[in-house]
């Protein structure tokens, strides 16, 4: 029942009221430390009061909690020495970590968090440390791995077609070898290599992947963009379609281009993943993520419609015509892509001018540029400039947001021994087997009454202000004289008001 009252005073409005009734809960807890503390007891979504306060970005209740767990080692003059308790904080060894759960939450509120101590300085530690150098390793081995996979794709096995052209506008001049003679030069062997190394690269994926999923559930790992999840979502289509591609290869099954194809665009799109890890360009990949799964899906119906009508009145407008003398509608779905290449002003409005065109050519066409190029790609750019807006004002919110998870990525998937626990052990200060982190902490005291007088000069100016518009509230002719006798009397007033405010700083200094 006590916990059960605690996590309620977590998700208080009344953050006094809440701070004081769980110190007053607190003080009747005989277990106060140990696991049978009440303030260790989860709930029934695993979480303790203080991961809870975190979650919903309550942050006095996460401060006054932090201020419970600390200890002064030392204090001399302004500089302060204090440990914190990371106890639940560091994500070393938690099944649900603080710190992930911070990330993954939808209220922004609780991404303030990160920048509290010791949250701050935390994650600070752990990124300098160890998380920028293994992630930009990590993204240096990945460029080389797709500069691997890219080679092997390049000089795939082909040899000249044998066979008859079907039509006069096949264009095809090679064919897929079958497996039989794929390896047979020291070229295919060296090409043999490079495959191994893609064929296993996709199985580390799937391996390192899909238990993330299974621990956090795909809803929430896919659809997160703080963790990744539109990238998460590539990786994985990329490392099927490079397992599919050496199942067709195996087999001498014609079309491995199609997954080939896939996989090259999905892993160098995946490159920009590790944008993240740069201040510079990590928010950009918000920005993209934000505009894709959120602006353009939406405009891709609207745009899916609009190419299906005005291509199906392409097709049938020259479906009597010669395809010679006009090819782009030849067929239904060439007419389709030549309408998308319209819709985005790819190319130019298709005409030959050696033959008559048909007269609703001309109609349909004019309707079709008014409606896509004028006024549908117009809202589109309008729609992720207003993206682009509300993402800049959180840039380095959501620049930190992506460093603790990539810190938190990286901590779980490398072995120990290359990532060691942050922090102080307890014991050395005699403070048990907990782990703590040292904080040193400066405080000016000229900074507090500093802050006085700015306020002093604050209310000053305020009351002048006050007694200006007081005197102003008239109508007609007296308006405009008591005007300029209340400008020259604020003006007298504000020099005598910031007169008297220098000649405090002056006898203090």
Avoid at 14 to 31: E, G, V
């Amino acid at each position: 029942l006590g916990n059960t009252v605690l996590h309620i005073l977590v998700l208080q409005p009344n953050k006094t009221f809440a701070c004081h009734m769980y110190s007053l809960i607190l003080s009747y807890d005989r277990n106060k430390e140990g696991p049978g503390s009440l303030e260790l007891i989860p709930n029934n979504e695993g979480l303790t009061p203080f991961k809870l306060a975190g979650v919903e970005g309550n942050t006095v209740v996460f401060q006054y909690l932090m201020q419970k767990r600390k200890h002064n080692l030392w204090s001399f003059g302004p500089l302060t020495t204090v440990l914190y308790d990371l106890t639940e904080i560091d994500s070393w060894a938690e099944d649900q970590s603080f710190l992930e759960l911070i990330v993954s939450t939808k209220k922004r509120e609780a991404r303030q968090i990160l920048d509290l101590t010791p949250v701050k300085e935390l994650v600070s530690l752990k990124w300098n440390l160890y998380g920028r150098p293994y992630f930009c390793f990590l993204a240096l081995f990945y460029v080389l791995y797709m500069v691997c996979f890219t080679m092997c794709c390049v000089y795939r096995p082909l040899k000249p077609r044998t066979g008859n052209k079907t039509s006069s506008r096949d264009n095809t001049i090679y064919v897929q070898k079958m497996l039989q003679e794929s390896y047979v030069t020291y070229e295919d062997e060296l090409r043999l290599v490079g495959e191994l190394i893609t064929v296993i690269g996709a199985v580390v994926i799937l391996i390192l992947e899909i238990p993330d999923i299974l621990r956090v559930g795909a809803a929430k790992y896919f659809g997160q963009t703080i963790l990744g999840g539109p990238f998460h979502i590539i990786v994985i289509t990329y490392a099927c379609m490079i397992l599919v591609t050496m199942v067709m290869r195996l087999t001498s099954t014609t079309g491995e281009v199609v997954p080939m194809s896939f996989a090259l665009v999905l892993g160098w799109c995946n490159v920009m993943y590790f944008a993240r890890g740069f201040q510079m360009l990590g928010p950009f990949t918000i920005m993209i993520q934000k505009m894709i799964f959120g602006d353009l899906m939406r405009f891709c119906w609207l745009m899916g419609v609009v190419i299906l009508g005005f291509a199906s009145a392409f097709y049938i407008i020259f479906q009597t015509e010669n395809p010679q003398n006009l090819g782009q509608f030849y067929n239904y779905p060439m007419s389709l892509f030549t309408t998308f290449e319209l819709f985005l002003t790819i190319i130019d409005g298709p005409a030959n001018y050696d033959v008559d065109l048909p007269f609703m050519y001309s109609v349909v066409y004019f309707a079709f540029a008014i409606i896509a190029t004028l006024l549908m790609l117009n809202l589109l750019i309008a729609m992720m400039g207003d993206t682009h807006w509300r993402v800049a004002h959180e840039r380095d919110e959501l620049w930190r947001a992506q460093v603790v998870a990539t810190t938190v990525m990286l901590e779980r998937k490398l072995p120990r021994c290359l990532w060691p626990r942050s922090g102080i052990c307890g014991r050395e200060y005699g403070l048990g087997d907990r782990w703590y982190l040292r904080v040193e902490d400066r405080v000016d005291p000229n900074k507090h009454k500093m802050m006085r007088y700015t306020e002093a000069f604050k209310a000053q100016e305020r009351d002048n202000y006050d007694k200006g518009s007081e005197k102003m509230e008239t109508n007609g002719d007296i308006l405009y004289k008591k005007e300029l006798s209340a400008l020259s009397l604020s003006r007298s007033t504000s020099r005598t008001s910031s007169h008297r405010g220098w000649e405090i700083l002056r006898r203090n200094t």
